[in-house]
């Protein structure tokens, strides 16, 4: 039984389609559908309801201990109210998950992790901690509100006023009033344009939520469901856990050797990596020139050789063409290069083109 | 031109031009279900369709759906502007044909416009 987030009537009272997500029930698009959604997003601001993510503090004098092995990235060299992005990995060397760091102090950080691996994740946390810190996992008491798009800024100064947001893409602000609701505010976001996640207690995000798109209103405002919350994200180049990572496919295969610093003194899955050496296959965006949509899982062909698969691939409503996100081959990975995919049997063209297929201006 | 339009159960529509040709698209129904349509494969003139086969794909930016053809017979033309504007599918799906057919010698169980009302409020 899937559970449901506090903005549940909400999103009935906007005509959302209702589907299972992540053990959750939510929106996959209103109806005005998902090409408007996404494009509200890309030109004016968008609203997504993302409670499904789970939150987890790490508190305590080892705090940051426990992090530096925790994940792949380098998170001693964060301040106060800075955000940063890493895989986590298993002793292997692969994907237990993606996350995002926010130090609030040297003594406690919030981890925001996906849905899907909440469990896991807190558990393998767990099994992991040593020293003095202490974890606990506030998903369930939590909303958190993503309003994302070129206007975000103009709606959000609107109504917290200037000081009240964070100035620098990957920072964050606790303590900011919205009409009276105490919230976190930070300037991240899953779609490739300015944007911020609003974090806040369950029991304000109906008020929040409702704040938001009442002013929202006059700068063009479109609550936006999952379906567009994943085109935004692909045409942006983002991964997703479970498609173009997971506990299979090391962080380097993935594209994120940004986020996997070697040179940290240790951590889970370090030797593993070194071990491994320069990963054999690497991911790559696809632009799809023949006729057809390749979805996820599609075998990927250069001279009747099978050289990698499709993670994630749809109809860009910003391109107006097909793109796709695969793991190929290492030795055919090269921009430019023609393949095939197959597509339900039918072989179709494609072009690998530079990651990622959209940036803003 | 007969206007009457009979339905499958898999949310097509038939309109039959005589006893042995009609046109088929998909209801306006099964297009607000599928969502903005970004792509639709069509078969060739000269193509067979049976009964309960599919005959199409249409894709939303989310998905792949089959269409089923409510008909047995020989495919005489077929709707390419909805190859560069399936968009047109969820604008006016009635007026969307996807293709005709001719030689018609086996139809799917039909319901009339008020019957699929029924059907698709249940």
């Known amino acids: ?361 | 031109m007969s206007k009457e339009f009979f339905y499958a159960k898999t949310h097509e529509w038939v309109q039959f031009l005589d006893d042995t040709k009609a046109r088929i698209g998909i209801s306006d129904y099964a297009q607000s279900e599928l969502g903005d349509l970004v792509f639709i494969s069509l078969p060739e003139v000269d193509d067979e369709v049976n009964v309960g086969e599919e005959f199409a794909d249409v894709e939303s930016v989310k998905a792949v759906s089959n269409v089923y053809s409510p008909v047995t017979g020989t495919v005489t033309a077929v709707n390419e502007d909805l190859l560069d504007q399936p968009e047109l599918v969820n604008s006016d799906p009635m007026e969307a044909w996807f293709i005709e057919v001719e030689n018609i010698s086996d139809k799917a169980e039909l319901l009339s416009e008020l019957e699929y009302k029924k059907l698709i409020a249940e």
């Open chain 1, 1 to 361: 039984m899937e559970k449901k987030t506090p903005l549940y009537d909400c999103h009935i009272r906007e005509d959302g389609r209702m589907v299972p997500y992540a053990g959750y029930i939510l929106p996959v698009q209103y109806k005005t559908g998902l090409i408007t959604e996404h494009m509200t997003v890309r030109e004016a601001v968008g609203i997504f309801d993302v409670s499904h993510m789970g939150e987890v503090i790490i508190r305590g004098k080892d705090a940051l201990d426990n992090i530096q092995m925790l994940v792949t990235n380098d998170c001693s060299t964060m301040v106060d109210g800075q955000v940063r992005y890493s895989p986590m990995c298993d002793g292997m060397g692969n994907v237990i998950d993606d996350v995002l760091i926010y130090k609030i102090n040297t003594k406690e950080y919030l981890i925001v992790v996906n849905a899907a691996n909440r469990h896991k994740d807190v558990e393998w946390m767990k099994g992991n901690l040593f020293g003095d810190v202490e974890l606990s996992d506030i998903s369930d008491d939590m909303a958190l509100i993503a309003l994302q798009g070129p206007l975000s800024k103009d709606l959000l100064t609107r109504i917290a006023g200037p000081e009240a947001l964070p100035k620098k893409y990957y920072s964050f602000l606790v303590n900011v009033d919205i009409s009276g609701i105490n919230c976190m505010v930070s300037r991240t976001g899953y779609t490739g344009e300015d944007g911020y996640e609003i974090f806040c207690q369950n029991k304000d995000a109906v008020r929040l939520w409702d704040t938001l798109l009442e002013t929202g209103r006059e700068f063009g405002i479109k609550p936006c469901g999952l379906g567009c919350r994943d085109t935004l994200r692909l045409e942006a180049g983002m991964p997703l856990y479970g498609h173009e990572m997971d506990d299979t496919i090391s962080p380097l295969e993935a594209g994120l050797g940004f986020a996997v610093k070697m040179n940290k003194e240790d951590f889970i899955g370090k030797k593993a990596l070194l071990d491994k050496g320069a990963p054999k296959r690497i991911r790559i965006g696809l632009k799809i020139t023949g006729r057809g949509i390749a979805r996820e899982n599609c075998p990927i062909f250069y001279d009747d050789k099978e050289i990698g698969r499709t993670t994630s691939g749809t109809h860009s409503p910003y391109l107006s063409y097909p793109i796709a996100m695969a793991l190929v081959d290492v030795d055919y990975s090269d921009i430019g290069r023609k393949l095939l995919v197959d597509v339900r049997g039918r072989k179709i063209e494609a072009e690998i083109v530079p990651l990622p297929f959209y940036k803003k201006a």
